[in-house]
């Protein structure tokens, strides 16, 4: 399996490693053998090696912060484009794992088209494209036999979209209600513990949970995204930004956490998707909601079945393996449905 990587910051390099510290294990367990021959960033440069790049080589060069350091080597390219590498032809999956974009998706979407045109099944972290253009996506993908996996773009490499999809196969999934973003979720724990919003929000950019600029967390834009992402691979919505119903945590105040826990509650910013509609608000939960108990940067989901009642899964919302082996599981699953037809 050849491999476009668009992007190579934090999760590309882990997909990276992963492929790198697996090798071994994963051909002789799943006789599967990837190799990645193109790579684009904004940053670091681009690199294009249809025999494969060394992907030891390819890390310390990003390491240093430039592909510039990559060693020279026989039909190497650094002048290609993501459209480009794409247009040669000589790959089967396009990765994209640039940063997101929850207004048009650009350029990643473009990307994924022309991949998809081109023959190549998707794996994608960037949530941009699977939020605004699920279905179209989706469709162009089985038309062409291809697959397009998002698993990354929800819950890092907790297998939400899995379990819903495979685990529970034959349920009726009726809603599907969460903590989708695992900032607001350390704000909120460390509020409860007696911070105030400023200091916990603080603490939070100093370890890198949250950004410089933390509104599309704390507002509740990036658990939307990934509401319509569920609402939509789920229930067959057709739902845009626009339908959703979204506030964040901003006017939680230290009173408010104080005046839940008097009453047995805690606060929590719940991500909530319905065939009907979705939205992201604080919410109040009483301590015997699993949610309640999730606590830091952990996320976690609830699935509403008919015949399961309510499934709960808790795991890693974020980080550079854990959403690289989410990746990594993606890219398995094509190369197992491949094999199987």
Excluded at 35 to 51: D, N, Y
Excluded at 217 to 229: N, P, S
Excluded at 262 to 268: D, I, L, V
Excluded at 319 to 326: F, N, P, R, V, Y
Aim: charge should be negative.
């Amino acid at each position: 399996m050849k491999l476009i990587l668009i992007g190579f910051g934090v999760v590309g390099q882990g997909v990276a490693e992963i492929l790198q510290s697996k090798a071994e294990q994963l051909e002789k367990r799943y006789q599967f053998a990837p190799a990645i021959i193109g790579v684009v960033t904004a940053t670091k440069g681009a690199l294009f090696q249809p025999a494969g790049l060394d992907i030891a080589a390819l890390l310390s060069a990003a390491q240093t912060g430039s592909f510039q350091h990559y060693p020279e080597s026989v039909g190497l390219r650094r002048d290609m484009t993501a459209s480009d590498m794409i247009g040669a032809g000589s790959a089967d999956v396009l990765v994209e794992l640039s940063p997101t974009d929850l207004e048009s998706a650009q350029p990643a979407l473009a990307y994924c088209r022309q991949a998809l045109d081109a023959g190549l099944h998707l794996a994608l972290a960037n949530k941009g494209p699977v939020a605004l253009d699920y279905h179209n996506l989706r469709s162009k993908a089985a038309a062409r036999g291809l697959h397009l996996r998002c698993e990354a773009t929800v819950m890092a490499g907790t297998p939400v979209m899995q379990m819903a999809e495979e685990a529970l196969a034959g349920c009726a999934i009726q809603a599907a209600r969460g903590i989708l973003n695992g900032t607001t979720n350390y704000i909120l724990t460390r509020m409860e513990e007696g911070m105030s919003y400023a200091e916990a929000l603080a603490q939070a950019q100093a370890l890198g949970y949250a950004e410089a600029d933390p509104a599309g967390d704390v507002e509740g834009w990036d658990a939307a995204g990934k509401v319509l992402i569920l609402a939509n691979a789920l229930f067959g919505s057709r739902l845009k930004m626009s339908d959703l119903d979204v506030s964040g945590i901003t006017d939680i105040s230290s009173e408010d956490i104080a005046a839940a826990k008097a009453a047995g509650q805690r606060y929590k910013l719940i991500a909530q998707a319905t065939p009907n509609g979705g939205s992201v608000k604080a919410t109040r939960l009483p301590l015997s909601d699993p949610l309640a108990s999730v606590a830091g940067s952990t996320n976690a989901i609830t699935l509403e079945t008919d015949l399961m009642g309510a499934v709960t899964l808790i795991g890693a919302g974020a980080g550079k393996l854990e959403t690289g082996s989410a990746i990594l599981s993606d890219l398995l699953a094509i190369h197992r449905i491949a094999n199987a037809t």
